[in-house]
């Protein structure tokens, strides 16, 4: 099966701690182009719809795509690649700073078909181009399956009520959602996720996951909810791990139509938590957006299942 991503590209300048001596870094980002890229990563046949400038950080963005077997979409190019200055804290927890526009206004080649379609973060909800995003995605939606992650950014997201109301209507427009907890306590705040996933269902999708850093992940249908443990391992930064989570969940669900997602079982759940889990894991182990090829799926699986037997590794 093939998927399209329609998204913003970030170059994503990383900002070492205060007082660590580390230099800055720059790395390919941006959370559409983040899931692109972990979906070639893990060898699916995936086309990234999105803008690039022709600069330096457009050209390093474009081939590192191109590296993991994304045929990249510009479409309006920019006069400038979006950017974003990445602090981390001791802890490697991220925060961001945006310099970034979105302006898309066509749609994919008539040549895709793809089987999937995923939208989220900037450009779902970002005027004027987030009209093309939703308008694609309604044309597409007929014949292919469609996830989300709202990836929300406050600094760009406007006034509450909207941009809300906003997000709702590409919850409503999606087979699967996926969110961080940090997202849902902007959306709605003092809500547990257990009703906000609830609030979600009812819009349409059959599946929302809501993943909760060092706390795990949870999966909702309307019929299950499954928790699930994150590994342990060490943690060098966060950037990139929910993409890699979202990425490792759409391979995992590959060629499942929109009656099969809504028929997941408590197990199928359990097992889509265990394999996103260990995607992130490995994501975080290593510094920027860089997430597991299939072999190194296969071998944290293996690592995290022996550890958590008992067994030696």
Known sequence: MSFLVIGECVADIVRAPAGSGDA???HPGGSPANVAYGLGRLGRPVT???QLADDPTGRLIEAHLKGAGVRV???DPPVRTPSAVVGLDARGHASYTFDIAWTLTGGAPADLAPGHVHIGSIAAVTAPGAAAVLAETERLRDRATVSYDPNVRPALMGEHGPAVARVERCVGLSDLVKASDEDL???YPGEEPNAVAARWLSLGPAVVLVT???QGALAFTRDHTVAAEAPRGTVV???GAGDSFMSAVLD????????ALGALGAG????LLRVAAAAAAVTVSRAGAQPPDRAELDAALERFAALRSGRAW
């Open 24 to 26: 800055d870094r720059v």
């Open 48 to 50: 990234l719809l999105t």
């Open 73 to 75: 979409e510009v479409v």
């Open 185 to 187: 306590a902007w959306l």
């Open 212 to 214: 909760r850093g060092a």
């Open 237 to 239: 930064d966060t950037v």
């Open 252 to 259: 995992a669900l590959a060629g499942r139509g929109r009656d």
């Open 268 to 271: 199928d759940l359990a097992e």
